[in-house]
Every structure is written in C-alpha cells, then in structure tokens.
C-alpha cells in the first residue's frame, strides 16, 4: 500500500506549490479543506501529491496533483485501492483529466458527471458591487439589511474576536437543528470548529458583521490559487432579511481590498441541495468548475436489487422516466419483485436498472423487459449495453425462451437491433369522438348517461381475472400472454371492460383545455381487443368526450422480440399492455 500519512499544518507550504503549480482546481483541493474536513491523508509519489480522503465512511483518491507522466501514480493509486479492499474512485476530475485517464486506460474506467460537486466561481467585482438589473434583487435585499442596522460594522476576523465567531456559529448549528432535526452538520461543524481553532496557521481570511457586539454573520475563506479566494464557510441569522447578501457583499470587497490580485471567488458546491443550487445560480456566476469521479471497471457489479436500493431505485426511476409518487407506490406495492430486477452498481451507486415481467408465448416462458434506466451522470458509456448482456445470460439461466420489449421511440428500436431484437408486433393507434348517449349494464359508470335504451350496444366493467380469461379469447394468434401481477399493476391505473365482441383495459382522465374552462373527460386505453369499431360507443357510454385507442393492426412498429435458445421459435405476433 502506498505510504500515507495524516495531514497536518506543516503540509502547508509543499502543499501548496503543488496546488499552485497546477491550472485550477475545485474547492475540495484547497489545503483548508483537506485540513479540515473527514480524514484526508496524504503521499508524495513520482513527482506527484497524492491524496486518500474519507468522508462518512466512504474512500475515495482526489486526482493526482503535480506535472509529469500521470500513468505511474494512476497505477500506484489502483494497486492500493486492491490492496486495502475498496473500490476505486478518483475524484475531481475535469475534461482534460478525463481524457487522460481515457488514453491511459482504455474500457478500464467508467465516468460519472458529477454535477452536484460543480463549483460555483464568481467575478469578484460583480460580488462586491452587485452592478445591473440582474443583481437588483440581492441590493434590495442588502439595502434592506442597510436599513435595520444602519450602524452595522464590519470587523476582520482576528485572534481577538475569533471566540465571538466560534460562539456565534454554535448557536446557528443549534438553532438550525431545532427547525431542521433531520438534517446532518457534523462534519460541517467539526470543520468550522478547526477552521477557526486553527484560523492563524491556515492564512485564513475572515469577516464579522456586527451589530453593537451582537454577531449577525461571518464567513472566512482562504486562497486556493494565484488569482481565486475559495469561500469556506459563510453563516448569518436566518431572521434577518438580507444578512446573507450583506456578508457575501462584504467580503467581496473586504478580499478585493486587501488582495487586489484575486479576481474570483470560489463559492464552493451545491452538494445537489434545490434550495442551495437555485441561491448560488442567483449570484449569476462567471463560470463553474465541472468535474467527474471515475470509477474502476473492475469494481462494477450486476446483481438483483436489495432492498436497501429501492429509494435510489425510486429516485432514478423518477429521474429517467418522469414517474409520479403515486405510479411508483402502486408499481411497488404491486408488481415488483428485487428477483426481476437487475442493478448495475459502481461504488455504492445505481448506474442503471433494469426490470422485467414474466410473461408466456406458445407455453414458453418469456420476459417482458419493461424498464431500462441509466443514472443521468453514466449515460453513453456502455452501462444498457452491460446490462442488457448480463440480464440476457441471466434469463438462460432461469430457463426463459425469449425476451420482448416495447422501445420508446425510432432511436431506441435502431438500438436494440444491435442486441439481437427484432420488430415483431405492430398496432394501430387512432383517437375517436362519441356518438349518442348510449346505456351500460349495472357496475359500470352511470353518471353522464342518457335514460334512453340502447339493444344493440352494452358495456360492462369486469374484474382483472375476467379480462384474463376473455383477452385469452380475443387475442391474435401468436400473442404474448401476461396475467397476474402484470394485470394487477395495471389495475391500480386502469379498469377493465367487456362487450359481447371485445374487452378492453383503459382508464380516463380529467382535463381543463385553454380554450374551454369545462372538464373533458378522456379515455386513454391501453389495448382494445376484438371490434375496435365501438369506440365511439365505448365512449359515448363512459361519458368521455374524446379517446385514444390502440388496437392489433399493423401500422405501428410497437414490440420487438429476441430469442434466448437455439430453439427455433416464431416472434410473437402481438404484444398488448406496455404499461405506459
């Protein structure tokens, strides 16, 4: 293993000149943040600063500081992550590391966008003076903060009063907890308590803003390079209007005062956190750093769903196809099974999933892949494709004959044709408007009909294992077969209903069209099977002013299937109930 050692203040000055020496870097490579946050060692290695940080209980290497070839420190940095029995993540990398690492070692690293680590950089001169219509409302609010403490002074932080800042910031993490117990400042809070504790040693620069000897804010900061201050740690009371506006402002020009060199500061991450994302981005920053971890290909793992995955599973769900709470807690509680669903985990993180239900064809057992889901931050490095494969020789193994699924659009059809899947179903989807009011039998919906009789037209609302067995009946020959808990799930968001020469699964939904303050009622149904011609009498007898409808038929490319046996077995001709 590589010989690390715990950093300490006398790193300070051999840190640096590395960090110097190299083009910009993110907040996490500034020396106060190392010293001061989770447990970060350090090793000097061919030339290079090599760093082994940890933060609640996860390990991770911050790429390499230093010039020179990259490839022998890179490899050092492998062999110790093997060695100690973790994965490898080298963090902080921008696009022209990236690139290295993608030269270096090809299909041997896997990348992440890491958005929520982007730093948020900012021209000091446009903080310190909030010029322009764009900065109208932080003056307001600055202006405002002017008002209520026309006396406020600002004091640098020093030796003296640093027992004030130290007071003054236990008492925001109290107050903050009360309102927000949920919320995790430990680490936040032992650094600030270093910072300050070792505020001198570390070249820190500080402000206080005072009221009389009451502390309304501070922030401290350091350099991080020849030109850029990076803002550490910046606390105000929160019943204040303008304080946090006030501080920023200040600071600004107190660092533009005393360094008239710095042309930037670093306002550090938005740690993906909405309300702190949408407050840096009000600063209308200069620009950002952007940055990627990497991740060992060797570390990557493809293995059914824990339960411990199910809330990252939701989130990417969310993420990638737009579901509501609502869809997810029925799906959930429902349908899914961890035993049909495969995650592709790179560190501790979902980079993509994919699920399945189990289906039959010609008495064989096929697998309808319903969701194929990469993480934002992986996409266009292969993971469907890994994904795909592994669940592919999983299925052999479980005995499944074939798979079917139901792509998304043209693109997606042009990419499963590279896995072996062909179009093997096509349907017709039309939209269609009432005819009169006609009558239903008892248990369906009554409340827009007419009282008049209708002999030749009835509807009536059945249960799942009734449509079961009638789709039996009306399905095309070569059909896909998918009953239990795929009719279970579709329950929760449609009904089902049958005539005597068709049934059909659909569901409506209400709507405010702009141009008609009135509800409409439409039918959305998932599959009509049989005389497809009574849809305007479907409707009229459902009360919907409008439908769409899809049917068998064969102007719409819609399923693709692939074989999983050497066995010859025809496509499947219709596939129904995608579930969209």
């Not at 989770?38 to 390499?64: E, M």
């Not at 809070?189 to 402000?207: F, P, V």
């Not at 849809?535 to 459902?542: D, G, H, M």
Request: proline share 4%.
């Amino acid at each position: 293993m590589l010989n690390f050692k715990a950093i300490t203040l006398e790193d300070k000055n051999i840190y640096e000149n590395y960090l110097f020496d190299d083009k910009e870097r993110g907040c996490e490579f500034s020396f106060a943040n190392v010293y001061t946050w989770g447990q970060q060692k350090i090793a000097l290695l061919h030339g290079h600063l090599v760093l082994l940080a940890n933060f609640y209980g996860r390990t991770c290497y911050p790429y390499p500081m230093g010039q020179g070839n990259k490839q022998p420190v890179l490899d050092a940095i492998l062999a110790d992550a093997k060695k100690r029995g973790i994965p490898c993540c080298i963090t902080g990398l921008d696009e022209k590391d990236k690139q290295t690492m993608e030269e270096l070692y090809p299909e041997k690293f896997c990348f992440e966008y890491d958005k929520n680590s982007f730093d948020y950089v900012y021209a000091i001169d446009d903080l310190a003076d909030l010029k322009g219509r764009k900065y109208h409302r932080k003056r307001n609010h600055f202006k405002r903060f002017q008002t209520t403490f026309p006396n406020y002074r600002v004091k640098p932080l020093t030796e003296e009063n640093l027992p004030l800042a130290e007071q003054f910031s236990q008492s925001w993490y109290k107050h903050r907890l009360l309102e927000h117990p949920e919320d995790d400042y430990n680490l936040e809070r032992a650094a600030l308590h270093t910072a300050l504790r070792d505020y001198k040693d570390l070249n820190m620069e500080g402000i206080l803003l005072l009221h009389g000897e009451e502390v309304l804010a501070i922030t401290l900061g350091s350099r991080i390079s020849s030109d850029t201050f990076d803002v550490h740690f910046e606390k105000a009371r929160t019943d204040i209007e303008g304080a946090y506006p006030a501080i920023n402002c200040e600071f600004a020009s107190y660092i533009r005062d005393k360094y008239p060199e710095i042309k930037y500061l670093n306002r550090e991450e938005d740690m993906g956190i909405p309300g702190l994302r949408r407050a840096k981005e009000s600063y209308f920053p200069h620009h950002q750093i952007e940055k990627y971890r990497a991740y060992s290909l060797e570390d990557l793992r493809i293995d059914e769903a824990s339960e411990a995955q199910f809330p990252a599973l939701k989130d990417l769900w969310q993420t990638t196809f737009g579901d509501t709470d609502e869809f997810l807690n029925a799906f959930y509680s429902t349908a899914f099974s961890p035993e049909r669903c495969r995650c592709v985990t790179i560190g501790k993180k979902i980079a993509a999933s994919l699920y399945w239900f189990h289906c039959e064809y010609e008495n064989k057992r096929i697998a309808y892949i319903y969701a194929v889901a990469t993480a934002e931050a992986f996409r266009g490095q292969g993971f469907a494709r890994r994904l795909l494969q592994n669940t592919h020789s999983h299925l052999i193994s479980l005995s499944y004959d074939g798979a079917v699924l139901v792509p998304n659009g043209q693109k997606l059809f042009e990419f499963y044709e590279k896995f072996g899947y062909q179009t093997c179903s096509y349907v017709k989807e039309f939209t269609a408007e009432p005819v009169t009011t006609l009558n239903v039998t008892e248990n369906t919906q009554k409340d827009s009909l007419s009282d008049e009789e209708n002999d030749e037209f009835s509807l009536r609302q059945i249960t799942k294992e009734d449509y079961a067995t009638l789709r039996r009946q009306f399905l095309p020959k070569h059909s896909v077969i998918q009953e239990n808990e795929n009719l279970d799930f579709l329950e929760t968001q449609a009904k089902f209903y049958a005539g005597e020469d068709f049934v059909m699964a659909a569901c409506t939904e209400e709507s405010v069209p702009i141009e008609d303050v009135s509800h409409e009622k439409i039918l959305h149904c998932a599959e009509l099977l049989g005389n497809a011609s009574h849809a305007p009498e479907i409707l009229s007898a459902l009360g919907c002013t409008k439908g769409r409808f899809r049917t068998p038929g064969d102007e719409t490319a819609f399923a693709m299937y692939r074989s999983l046996t050497d066995n010859e077995v025809l496509p499947p001709k219709y596939f129904g109930l995608a579930f969209d």
